[in-house]
């Protein structure tokens, strides 16, 4: 092997007593867009295969009536059938803290025997008490070293514990998001840049008085190759990814789905606030215009997210994702990466995952 492909040949991922060939995490992405076949998949290839717990049991057929109870079935058998495909490679699954009755979630994911629980969507403070002594390696997603430090902090001196893994989501990355709107019309990459660096060095400061290594991963606006390689340089331990991953064979999403993205232009891509109170990043189209002008009807509450008031939202976001996955796309709520334009044709995870390698 040459010097030049010795320095081009990605690392391993290691996580305690986890490691993966490819230090990529693919992203998790609900509502029913990264389940089993899209993590399954990734984990076969050498990443770490990520599935979105948020109303995974849209299909179950008593979603309906018991929505809670449909996605807490639905965990064990998307886990299952993503073992299945993985090969003996890493799998894990996405909570939202804002998910109501998270900490249900939290226990059925560790009882499905998932390798790790990645959080964010508020801070999750409870996770090393839900965890309890599992096996599972504990991820929480942070944006600020304001974040990542109150969660060192707390989980050392409330549980006599660090985490696992570290996830930096940047305000590039799609779905709901941790920077107030303002932010997210004026990203300053550079300056964002700077963030990560101090994010990594608190997290190594941490790690290093407990004479632990802490991985670093970042994740918002990570689409290539070069995009890891630069975050690499910066002293991460490898990247997450989403959007790339909607475009492939193998996404668990509608065709209509994956499609949106591939018709995308840049300039479809905006800010929207979600009815739950933040933030997101998804492509315009009609149902967020009818959105902005007036309250869209909607059926009965699917108990999602918290910080959702029934009664006074401005459309139900579960039907709204659960739409976008089924591929009835202009009743869709469509969020995205700010990258998802450059999509122009399906593709395989294999060769993603090569590029990655």
């Known amino acids: 092997m040459t010097m030049e492909n010795q320095n081009n040949k990605s690392r391993s991922l290691v996580i305690g007593d986890l490691t993966v060939k490819v230090p990529l995490i693919q992203g998790g992405m609900g509502v029913g867009i990264s389940l089993s076949r899209l993590a399954g998949t990734v984990a ?4 770490i295969g990520i599935i979105s717990t948020a109303q995974i049991g849209y299909r179950e057929p008593d979603f309906d009536e018991h929505p809670i109870e449909a996605n807490l079935r639905a965990i064990h058998t998307e886990v299952a059938k993503a073992r299945e495909i993985a090969k003996g490679g890493a799998i894990g699954v996405n909570i939202m803290v804002a998910t109501r009755d998270y900490d249900r979630y939290v226990e059925a994911a560790i009882d499905a025997g998932v390798d790790i629980i990645i959080s964010g969507a508020g801070l999750p403070m409870k996770l090393p008490e839900l965890a309890g002594n599992s ?3 504990l991820a929480p997603i942070v944006s600020s070293v304001k974040s990542a430090d109150v969660i060192c902090k707390y989980w050392l001196k409330k ?17 709901h998001l941790g920077f107030h709107y303002d932010q997210l019309q004026n990203i300053d990459d550079a300056a964002y840049d700077e963030e990560i660096r101090r994010i990594i060095a608190l ?10 290594v802490i991985p670093v991963v970042v994740a918002g606006g990570v689409y290539e190759r070069k995009d890891m390689d630069h975050y690499m340089s ?6 997450q990814v989403a959007t790339r991953f909607v475009t492939t064979y193998e996404c668990d999403a509608s065709e209509a789905y994956k499609q949106t993205y591939i018709d995308a232009k840049e300039e479809d891509i905006i800010i929207v606030q979600s ?3 933040m933030p997101g990043r998804a492509i315009s189209n009609d149902f967020m215009k009818r959105a902005k002008q007036g309250r869209i009807p909607h059926g009965k509450c699917h108990t999602c997210i918290s910080t959702c008031k029934p009664a006074e939202t401005p459309y139900c976001i579960t039907e709204a994702l659960v739409n976008a996955a089924k591929g009835n796309v202009q009743e869709a709520l469509l969020f995205c990466g700010s990258n998802a334009y450059r999509a122009t044709k399906l ?11």
């Not at 395989?348 to 990655?356: A, C, P, R, S, T």
């Open 44 to 47: 076969a290839e050498g990443g």
């Open 135 to 137: 096996h599972t390696k």
């Open 159 to 175: 549980y006599d514990r660090l985490p696992d893994l570290v996830v930096i989501e940047g305000p590039r990355a799609g779905g």
């Open 203 to 212: 997290v190594n400061r941490y790690a290093a008085d407990r004479g632990k």
């Open 234 to 239: 910066m002293g991460a331990a490898g990247v």
């Open 275 to 277: 009815p739950v109170g």
């Open 347 to 357: 593709e395989h995870v294999k060769d993603i995952m090569d590029e990655f390698r």
